[in-house]
């Protein structure tokens, strides 16, 4: 596909946000991003896919607007599997004045996940986890499921890139209730135990 312009929504009379319109994969063989030719009245525009996108739309939540929601346990296990590892790709722009790993930047937002969350509802995320990892990818859900925390422990077990996901956090996610670096690890650490090795453990049965 030739390059073509992503589609972004923004505000009227301001640029401090926008929605990024998004496509999911056409089935659990499409691996990695694909493109989508979308053409509208003026012009044509190109849709991201992403390869675990679809657990975002799993049994989404349908807010009092109409509109659905991502579950936040099925936003967190998406950005897990598409992080197996930290790689070193960049975002386009700075954060707030710092240059952030994507990988940084997405585990950054599993960490909030997490933190914003209540115990009893993380201890939930296994059982619902398993569900949508069947659904989505039936003939290769265990295998996912084993890999659901590789990225997730480097993370942890690297300073400079925790520090970096905690400076997305402070700025961006948990800006009104900001955590140390110290704590944003604390809140992985459950996580791993809480939800990940559980969800691994049934991917090894």
């Not at 505000?11 to 401090?16: A, E, Q, T, Y």
């Not at 989404?60 to 099925?74: H, S």
């Not at 599997?81 to 790709?89: A, G, M, Q, S, W």
Request: aromatic fraction near 8%; charged fraction near 30%.
């Amino acid at each position: 596909m030739a390059l073509l312009p992503v589609v972004r929504l923004f505000p009227p009379k301001s640029d401090d946000w926008f929605i990024e319109l998004l496509t999911v994969p056409a089935s659990e063989k499409e691996k990695g991003k694909h493109w989508e030719r979308l053409e509208l009245d003026d012009g044509h525009y190109g849709l991201p896919s992403f390869e675990f996108m679809s657990l975002a739309t799993y049994r989404p939540t349908k807010t009092e607007f109409g509109i659905y929601c991502a579950r936040p346990e099925m936003m967190a296990l998406a950005l897990l599997l598409e992080h197996p590892t930290i790689r070193p790709e960049t975002m386009s722009g700075l954060i707030e004045g710092r240059e952030i790993k994507r990988s940084n930047k997405d585990l950054g937002r599993v960490l909030a996940i997490a933190r914003l969350s209540s115990e009893e509802a993380i201890l939930s995320w296994p059982a619902a986890w398993e569900k949508g990892l069947r659904a989505c990818f039936p003939s290769r859900w265990r295998a996912l499921a084993r890999s659901t925390g590789s990225g997730l422990r480097r993370l942890l077990d690297s300073p400079p890139d925790l520090g970096e996901a905690h400076h997305t956090c402070v700025y961006g996610l948990l800006r009104s209730r900001p955590a140390t670096v110290e704590e944003l690890g604390i809140s992985g650490r459950r996580l791993l135990q809480d939800a990940v090795e559980p969800v691994e453990g049934i991917g090894r049965e």
